[in-house]
């Protein structure tokens, strides 16, 4: 008997966690789910999953681990339809970029015995620069030499905390264990706020006074700095994802700020060396960060290559072990 995966949202994420899983087709059961069922079938094609489900509940009621891997502006209402169908001791996880809400929803929308367990994946180096999106991007290697951050709200299953990390192992990644309020300061940082520095250019120069010349001469620069809009079907998810970690993007966007004050305090006063000191640091900066993702050998995180894989019969033991904490009705 398999374990019942089932994948809500089909894109790079949850279509390449379908392709993971499936070089392990004897331990899982991949059902996928998504809104365009187009979208579901060309995954079954691809095989990222085994079966299509179209309606929700369906596809998951005999779940035994459900993966929201889902725009943060959708997150809160597929909870709400699915968690009065989710079996005993289910376990939801999710791969959006602010945890601490999410946690928040599962612990008030979730009926007592299911579980949640926040995910973000940090995928393969190879692929920050690739231009595919959706589950066109989808990669069976997507987070080899990656890590999946894992956050539980306190009170989670032990159980249901080591089965996440048993999927960061068979996906290819390490697992990393943060707190939720961590892990939502850290991506405010590096996933939120280039997407709203992106905006901001653009807001700055588009149909403003000059674009019609600045237009015809805007080059790589202005293209890969505004590009990451161009991975956004509409703007709602990076709406939410900024609301609902208001306080941690405002302190990422005030040090920015504080960036770009000191460089215009430098250009204004003519101070030539203050400037270039500036610029060397930050090209410096970015180098050794560059270096340091490429080699993935990160002090934080156990390489992937010194872990062992759990065999199925131990990532069994996790979900007997969640079943185990009910006690028997007398």
Do not use: C
Not at 71 to 84: G, N, W
Not at 219 to 243: K, W
């Amino acid at each position: 008997m398999a374990i019942q995966v089932t994948i809500v949202g089909l894109g790079q994420i949850g279509g390449s966690i379908g392709l993971a899983l499936g070089q392990h087709e004897k331990t899982f059961l991949r059902l996928g789910h998504d809104l365009d069922a187009s979208i579901t079938q060309k995954a079954k094609k691809i095989g990222a999953i085994d079966r299509t489900m179209f309606n929700l509940p369906s596809a998951i009621r005999e779940a035994d681990v459900v993966i929201l891997s889902l725009p943060m502006d959708q997150i809160r209402a597929t909870l709400q339809v699915i968690a009065q169908d989710l079996k005993d001791q289910a376990v939801v996880l999710d791969t959006g970029p602010v945890k601490e809400a999410v946690a928040a929803w599962a612990g008030e929308l979730l009926p007592t015995g299911r579980y949640y367990v926040g995910l973000t994946p940090v995928i393969n180096p190879v692929y920050l620069h690739a231009l595919d999106r959706g589950l066109d991007a989808a990669r069976p290697d997507l987070f080899n030499h990656g890590l999946l951050a894992i956050a539980s709200p306190a009170g989670t299953a032990s159980e249901a905390i080591k089965l996440a990390a048993d999927l960061a192992r068979l996906l290819g990644a390490a697992p990393l264990f943060v707190d939720p309020l961590e892990i939502d300061s850290l991506m405010a940082a590096t996933h939120i706020l280039p997407q709203l520095v992106a905006a901001a250019l653009l807001n700055a120069t588009v149909d403003q006074p000059g674009w019609h010349e600045a237009r015809k001469i805007a080059g790589r620069a202005y293209a890969e700095v505004t590009g990451i809009t161009a991975q956004m079907d509409d703007a709602d998810p990076l709406l939410t994802s900024a609301i609902l970690s208001r306080d941690n993007v405002i302190r990422s966007m005030d040090g920015l700020i504080a960036s770009l004050q000191a460089m215009r305090n430098d250009l204004a006063q003519g101070d030539a060396q203050a400037l270039q000191g500036r610029l060397r640091r930050a090209f410096h900066g970015r180098n050794e960060w560059w270096k340091q993702r490429q080699s993935a050998n990160w002090e934080e995180a156990q390489s992937t290559s010194e872990v062992k894989t759990s065999a199925s019969s131990e990532i069994f033991g996790r979900l007997l072990g969640i079943r185990r904490r009910t006690k028997p009705k007398a």
